[in-house]
């Protein structure tokens, strides 16, 4: 996983989507009473919150103490704790692991399954999701050309993220030992929050792009970048990203 500083107030107060949307893969994962759940990269543990609302239990991990130690503000009774997801160390545990907006950020995919496996009982499932083969292509793109542009791109590290095809990931999966019931590869164009909303974004999600830069520098590609966005992806007042996702359920046989 990249070093990322997770500014987890910018993430509260703008960002917030990423939970929102995740509601929508909830269906997926149909929580029952009684069961015991694991959040893999819970954030600000709102969706773990929704789970337990179905009467299961629910822990929540997440590599950023930042952000578990703002979920166990938001939501005091449940369980949270700072834990890399690709060491993870639970056995046959949990009934179904689920995982949103956070796989993307994981470089060692076969610790993180491996991990995920051995943590479920038998028969129980994974329900992720996260951005998919083609997610936030523009902005990689703008990044790239803005780096190229200012004679920096020896230095811009632009697509360190995981995005992997369907056919990717169900290898993936099953050279893990799952058996993959349902996957879904489908554009999500996401609204960010005001005038600022693509500066924030690449503020927050990117700045792992620019480790060899210095400040000036990282703001100038920066800049540029969003400059390079505007024309197709700031419509009235308000700035689209075009994600993809990719939604998975696998089972543990
Ligand atoms: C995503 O949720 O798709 C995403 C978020 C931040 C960086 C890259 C992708």
Known sequence: MPEIHWDSKLYNEQHRFVSNYGADVLQWLDAKAGENILDVGCGTG????????SGATVSGVDASADMIELAKQNYPLLQFEVQDAAALDYNREFDAVFSNATFHWIENQRGLLRGIFKSLKHGGRLVAEFGGKGNVKSIVDAIDQAAKELGLEHRVISNF??????????????????????MWLFDRPTKLVGEDGMLNWINQFAQHAFVNLNEE??????????SILKPTYFKNGEWTADYKRLRVKALKR
């Open 217 to 226: 520098e990282a703001k100038a590609v920066t800049n540029l970048a969003v």
């Open 161 to 182: 993220w995981f995005f992997p095809s369907i056919a990717h990931y169900a290898n993936l999966l099953e050279a893990s030992g799952f058996e993959t019931e349902q």
């Open 46 to 53: 709102d969706l773990a919150a929704k789970i337990q609302e």
